[in-house]
């Protein structure tokens, strides 16, 4: 198409290596300018550029980036991108509003504290964003620090108690808790069910429509699009580099192509005949119920043993059996069985809690890698092709410091606030 780069800088030809975008450099005339003003400014200069029919499907419009999905992953990249001055971002969403699925459905909480080391330091890494979020970029805090009490058997729990030092040295406050003295918290446990508790005293709920929304109002104010409703239908690749995105609508021509579909991204990788990673969604069913007493103070409730949480939720509970039922991408309903399980492990840890008037119930996909890890990068075989997907369950309490990292990636190339090939697609390719 041999169009320029909005800050003067031509593209690279079809073929050549994906490079990270120029540094921005200040404009005449242009400083403060309001972002409708920004954006049709820019809709003129592509008039100019005459981008219209071609062989094939019409290219409607192009952009630097064309982010695929408009949950917390795409609407995080889309923010950190306009921080650093990329603002001809358009955000694809097939549904009429973001975060529909697992972002709309999830637990929502900060817990510093997992088994693999590379989720542990995004958490940690984007804890202090939750807490203290940049000057206007919400009305409400993010971040509720109620605390999280995870408890444990033996052999884990000794297990845990050696590391504990290490873990408050990575930037983790915890608190080792005696059964007894968990249960002085949480008065409904049964102490003989688990040998020691961990409380995260600092972490807690996050309010992910303050979240969501707060990428997405200030990404729009700096001039990002957004565009809802838009299916996509193949990714277009040229000299084994994606160059535009097929919707119902026409191509939409990018740069950069970001796959950030969370539980359709093998989908969308496969349209642009990426790296075939096997990233699976797994369904989790959560429930909420009345209880005969005030539960509102009480911190989230995890049992590694039983293999449940429960958390104040609407001044009731909400309670999972914490199941991960591999499926197709979908709109996953809740599972009786699941429910069934849930209630039969609360009343061997919590008696008093069950049985109690069920309120609603839902089920959200977390997809994982086959390492359980996140997939952040350009694809090694379709250059231009960039993956933000594998969330698994901890995509919206580390989608600050991933936000952040794919922009830098998409920026410059890489980034110093991580060891970036800890998540890179590349991980996955064979010999």
Same mark, same amino acid.
């Given at each position: 198409?041999?169009?320029?780069?909005?800050?003067?800088?031509?593209?690279?030809?079809?073929?050549?290596?994906? #490079?990270? !975008?120029?540094?921005?450099?200040?404009?005449? +005339?242009? %400083? @403060? &300018?309001?972002?409708?003003?920004?954006? $049709? /400014? =820019?809709?003129?200069?592509?008039?100019?550029?005459?981008?219209?029919?071609?062989?094939?499907?019409?290219?409607? #419009?192009? !952009?630097?980036?064309?982010?695929?999905?408009? +949950?917390? %992953? @795409? &609407?995080?990249?889309?923010?950190?991108? $306009? /921080? =650093?001055?990329?603002?001809?971002?358009?955000?694809?969403?097939?549904?009429?509003?973001?975060?529909?699925?697992?972002?709309?459905?999830?637990?929502?909480?900060?817990?510093?504290?997992?088994?693999?080391?590379?989720?542990?330091?995004?958490?940690?890494?984007?804890?202090?964003?939750?807490?203290?979020?940049?000057?206007?970029?919400?009305?409400?805090?993010?971040?509720?620090?109620?605390?999280?009490?995870?408890?444990?058997?033996?052999?884990?729990?000794?297990?845990?108690?050696?590391?504990?030092?290490?873990?408050?040295?990575?930037?983790?406050?915890?608190?080792?808790?005696?059964?007894?003295?968990?249960?002085?918290?949480?008065?409904?446990?049964?102490?003989?069910?688990?040998?020691?508790?961990?409380?995260?005293?600092?972490?807690?709920?996050?309010?992910?429509?303050?979240?969501?929304?707060?990428?997405?109002?200030?990404?729009?104010?700096?001039?990002?699009?957004?565009?809802?409703?838009?299916?996509?239908?193949?990714?277009?690749?040229?000299?084994?580099?994606?160059?535009?995105?097929?919707?119902?609508?026409?191509?939409?021509?990018?740069?950069?192509?970001?796959?950030?579909?969370?539980?359709?991204?093998?989908?969308?990788?496969?349209?642009?005949?990426?790296?075939?990673?096997?990233?699976?969604?797994?369904?989790?069913?959560?429930?909420?119920?009345?209880?005969?007493?005030?539960?509102?103070?009480?911190?989230?409730?995890?049992?590694?043993?039983?293999?449940?949480?429960?958390?104040?939720?609407?001044?009731?509970?909400?309670?999972?059996?914490?199941?991960?039922?591999?499926?197709?991408?979908?709109?996953?309903?809740?599972?009786?069985?699941?429910?069934?399980?849930?209630?039969?492990?609360?009343?061997?840890?919590?008696?008093?809690?069950?049985?109690?008037?069920?309120?609603?119930?839902?089920?959200?996909?977390?997809?994982?890698?086959?390492?359980?890890?996140?997939?952040?990068?350009?694809?090694?075989?379709?250059?231009?092709?960039?993956?933000?997907?594998?969330?698994?369950?901890?995509?919206?309490?580390?989608?600050?410091?991933?936000?952040?990292?794919?922009?830098?990636?998409?920026?410059?190339?890489?980034?110093?606030?991580?060891?970036?090939?800890?998540?890179?697609?590349?991980?996955?390719?064979?010999?």
């Amino acid at each position: 198409m041999g169009r320029d780069d909005r800050r003067g800088a031509a593209l690279p030809a079809r073929g050549a290596p994906s #490079r990270p !975008f120029p540094r921005p450099r200040a404009r005449p +005339g242009r %400083a @403060g &300018a309001p972002a409708p003003r920004r954006r $049709a /400014a =820019r809709r003129a200069r592509r008039a100019r550029r005459g981008i219209g029919p071609r062989s094939g499907p019409t290219v409607t #419009r192009a !952009f630097e980036v064309v982010v695929i999905g408009g +949950g917390i %992953a @795409g &609407a995080s990249l889309a923010y950190f991108l $306009a /921080a =650093r001055g990329v603002t001809d971002v358009l955000l694809l969403e097939r549904e009429s509003q973001p975060g529909s699925h697992a972002t709309g459905r999830s637990a929502a909480v900060l817990a510093e504290l997992d088994p693999i080391s590379t989720l542990q330091e995004l958490k940690v890494g984007s804890a202090g964003f939750l807490r203290r979020p940049p000057a206007g970029f919400s009305e409400t805090p993010l971040l509720d620090p109620s605390g999280i009490m995870i408890l444990f058997r033996e052999p884990v729990w000794s297990a845990l108690r050696q590391v504990a030092p290490l873990i408050e040295q990575g930037g983790t406050r915890l608190e080792l808790l005696s059964p007894a003295d968990a249960a002085a918290r949480i008065p409904v446990l049964l102490a003989e069910r688990f040998d020691g508790a961990v409380l995260l005293p600092e972490d807690g709920h996050i309010d992910v429509h303050a979240l969501l929304w707060g990428y997405l109002r200030q990404a729009r104010r700096r001039g990002v699009e957004e565009r809802f409703g838009a299916e996509v239908r193949g990714v277009r690749v040229e000299n084994a580099r994606a160059t535009a995105v097929v919707t119902a609508d026409g191509e939409i021509a990018g740069r950069w192509v970001v796959n950030a579909a969370g539980a359709w991204a093998g989908t969308v990788a496969a349209l642009a005949g990426a790296l075939p990673i096997p990233l699976v969604p797994h369904r989790r069913t959560i429930v909420v119920f009345d209880v005969p007493f005030d539960a509102r103070a009480w911190p989230m409730v995890a049992s590694d043993a039983d293999q449940l949480y429960f958390a104040p939720e609407s001044g009731g509970l909400k309670l999972s059996p914490m199941d991960e039922e591999p499926m197709e991408a979908c709109d996953p309903q809740a599972d009786d069985v699941a429910v069934a399980r849930a209630f039969e492990r609360l009343a061997r840890l919590a008696p008093a809690l069950v049985p109690h008037a069920l309120r609603r119930k839902w089920a959200g996909l977390r997809t994982f890698a086959p390492d359980r890890v996140p997939v952040v990068g350009e694809d090694p075989r379709v250059r231009g092709f960039f993956w933000l997907a594998g969330q698994g369950g901890c995509g919206i309490e580390t989608s600050p410091l991933m936000g952040q990292i794919a922009a830098d990636l998409l920026v410059d190339g890489r980034t110093e606030r991580f060891d970036a090939s800890r998540l890179a697609p590349a991980r996955f390719a064979t010999a």
